[in-house]
């Protein structure tokens, strides 16, 4: 499991790189287009916008899995081991439950409603269906890391 853990990790950074240096590169464009060639690019808004949306969603999975999440953990430091264990396997569990009911249900819902609605982007003409599929796949990576953090509170 630690190998295949790991090679997810390495292909989310490689992906979220990649992901980075195409909005980095479709913003620059823009800047250019319009204040150098005073002629904007009429599509790298909206692909800025869906690029925002991957990056943050598949950021949000790689870091669950490296337990590098924004975290408020006062109550867990001040508490006892005993206690400390009960509540990362409720936070880790309340994690897993959001992941599965609103990234990948809802997700799935919304990303299915779009294709079946044929709904496409203003200026891409792509299937919003496309922009939305990273949620039911980051929910199944953030269930994914959920249930072996869980399998590490059970083992140590």
Same mark, same amino acid.
């Given at each position: 499991?630690?190998?295949?853990?790991?090679?997810?990790?390495?292909?989310?950074?490689?992906?979220?790189?990649?992901?980075?240096?195409?909005?980095?590169?479709?913003?620059?464009?823009?800047?250019?287009? *319009?204040? !150098? =060639?005073?002629?904007?690019? @009429?599509?790298?808004?909206?692909? #800025?916008?869906?690029?925002?949306?991957?990056? /943050?969603?598949?950021?949000?999975?790689?870091?669950?899995?490296?337990?590098?999440?924004?975290?408020?953990?006062?109550?867990?430091?001040?508490?006892?081991?005993?206690?400390? *264990?009960? !509540? =990362?396997?409720?936070?880790? @569990?309340?994690?897993?439950?959001? #992941?599965?009911?609103?990234?990948?249900?809802? /997700?799935?819902?919304?990303?299915?409603?779009?294709?079946?609605?044929?709904?496409?982007?203003?200026?891409?003409?792509?299937?919003?269906?496309?922009?939305?599929?990273?949620?039911?796949?980051?929910?199944?990576?953030?269930?994914?890391?959920?249930?072996?953090?869980?399998?590490?509170?059970?083992?140590?």
């Amino acid at each position: 499991m630690k190998k295949f853990q790991h090679k997810l990790n390495r292909v989310l950074e490689v992906f979220l790189v990649f992901l980075m240096t195409v909005l980095v590169l479709d913003v620059l464009w823009q800047v250019f287009s *319009r204040y !150098l =060639l005073s002629s904007p690019s @009429s599509f790298t808004d909206e692909l #800025a916008g869906f690029l925002l949306i991957w990056v /943050g969603v598949l950021g949000a999975a790689y870091v669950a899995g490296r337990k590098e999440h924004l975290a408020i953990d006062i109550l867990i430091q001040k508490s006892p081991p005993a206690r400390q *264990r009960v !509540l =990362l396997h409720l936070i880790h @569990s309340l994690i897993f439950l959001f #992941a599965l009911s609103v990234m990948v249900t809802g /997700g799935a819902v919304l990303m299915y409603t779009r294709f079946v609605l044929q709904v496409k982007s203003a200026a891409l003409q792509l299937p919003l269906g496309y922009v939305y599929i990273v949620l039911p796949i980051s929910g199944l990576i953030i269930m994914y890391y959920e249930v072996l953090h869980i399998i590490s509170l059970k083992r140590s």
